[in-house]
T-cell receptor, first 115, second 112 residues
Framework: SQTIHQWPATLVQPVGSPLSLECTVE??????LYWYRQAAGRGLQLLFY??????ISSEVPQNLSASRPQDRQFILSSKKLLLSDSGFYLC??????????????FGPGTRLTVL | KQEVTQIPAALSVPEGENLVLNCSFT??????LQWFRQDPGKGLTSLLL?????REQTSGRLNASLDKSSGRSTLYIAASQPGDSATYLC???????????FGKGTTLSVSS
């Protein structure tokens, strides 16, 4: 069966510090991968998605970046965190599709607090 | 730009009631629509997926319907239980894209 992991589970970082969140998927190959952010009162917002190694699409302009160094590994990074980066970060995967998306399966999330 | 709205934002019901959660979307050219459940501080769990060509999907006490032309979906929960308490999220996938666009959710509380 497929499993998706995220770490760390919680993180408290000062403004201006770097960030690296990791997501890995087991039990499937060539998945689509996604990073979402859920901020209080704002719902779930797609940040990045990837249809393959090294292929990253950004949905919103921000000081975050994403990378996919391996087929089942997705990393969210920042060089300098802002207060507005606080939120709940969720990674998800789905079966690869050229158009549309099948059911998305979410990881447990990372709670990031920037102070 | 696709927008997804969920009404009500919060709902409290006694155990055993049947209830309906509503979802509307502005662009009817969707690929599919998905309903998720989120427990506090947790990730999302997929409940039902309705393809754009389908009218409804059922899983246990859950039934989701889709009226693509009017841009609406409903999630029907039969015989609600305290364990159903959670936030329910609706999301659509556009035909041109590979990602989901979410509503802000309906937070359900079922009291025993």
């Amino acid at each position: 069966s497929q499993t998706i992991h995220q770490w760390p589970a919680t993180l408290v970082q000062p403004v201006g510090s770097p960030l690296s969140l990791e997501c890995t998927v087991e039990g499937t190959s060539n998945p689509n991968l996604y990073w979402y952010r859920q901020a209080a009162g704002r719902g779930l917002q797609l940040l990045f998605y990837s249809v393959g190694i090294g292929q990253i699409s950004s949905e919103v302009p921000q000081n975050l970046s994403a990378s996919r160094p391996q087929d089942r590994q997705f990393i969210l990074s920042s060089k300098k965190l802002l207060l507005s980066d606080s939120g709940f970060y969720l990674c998800a995967w789905s079966v690869r599709r050229i158009r549309g998306t099948d059911t998305q399966y979410f990881g447990p999330g990372t709670r990031l607090t920037v102070l | 730009k696709q927008e997804v709205t969920q009404i009500p934002a919060a709902l409290s019901v006694p155990e055993g009631e049947n209830l309906v959660l509503n979802c509307s979307f502005t662009d009817s050219a969707i690929y599919n629509l998905q309903w998720f459940r989120q427990d506090p501080g947790k990730g999302l769990t997929s409940l039902l997926l309705i393809q754009s060509s389908q009218r409804e999907q059922t899983s246990g006490r859950l039934n989701a319907s889709l009226d693509k032309s009017s841009g609406r979906s409903t999630l029907y929960i039969a015989a609600s239980q305290p364990g159903d308490s959670a936030t329910y999220l609706c999301a659509v996938s556009n035909q041109a894209g590979t990602a989901l666009i979410f509503g802000k959710g309906t937070t359900l509380s079922v009291s025993s």
